[in-house]
């Protein structure tokens, strides 16, 4: 089972930008696909973006196209997402999450999870 930690979360105005880190302590890092998630108070779980560690092909949700990036830093084994032009419906808390193999738009294809990292943007 991989360790997911993840960092970064915080309270911000809309429009703000936060980065949220994601440490990955696995030797099968390179072969993971390593996803942001999120679950808003009353909703499911969703994935906004993810990253496949061997291929380095990133994905998005719609909500977070052109406004999240999601990166890494493979020596350090983090993984970041930067969040831009933030609005109140992006508060949430976030979870990073890590599958084998390619990434998948579907949080029950992830296997290991992180604590989650509080994100709250007020208006």
């Known amino acids: 089972q991989e360790q997911l930690v993840e960092s970064g979360g915080g309270s911000v105005q809309a429009g703000g930008s936060l980065r949220l880190s994601c440490v990955v302590s696995a030797y099968t890092y390179n072969t993971l696909c390593v996803a942001w998630t999120r679950q808003a108070p009353g909703k499911g779980r969703e994935v906004v973006a993810g990253?496949?560690?061997?291929?380095?092909?990133?994905f998005y949700n719609y909500s977070a196209k052109g406004r999240f990036t999601i990166s890494h830093d493979n020596t350090k084994k983090i993984v970041y997402l930067q969040m831009n032009s933030l609005e109140p419906e992006d508060t949430a808390m976030y979870y990073c999450?890590?599958?084998?193999?390619?990434?998948?738009?579907?949080?029950?294809?992830?296997?290991?999870w992180g604590q989650g990292t509080q994100v709250t943007v007020s208006s």
């Open positions: 990253i496949n560690n061997l291929t380095r092909m990133p």
């Open positions: 999450a890590a599958r084998l193999g390619g990434c998948s738009y579907d949080v029950n294809m992830y296997n290991d």
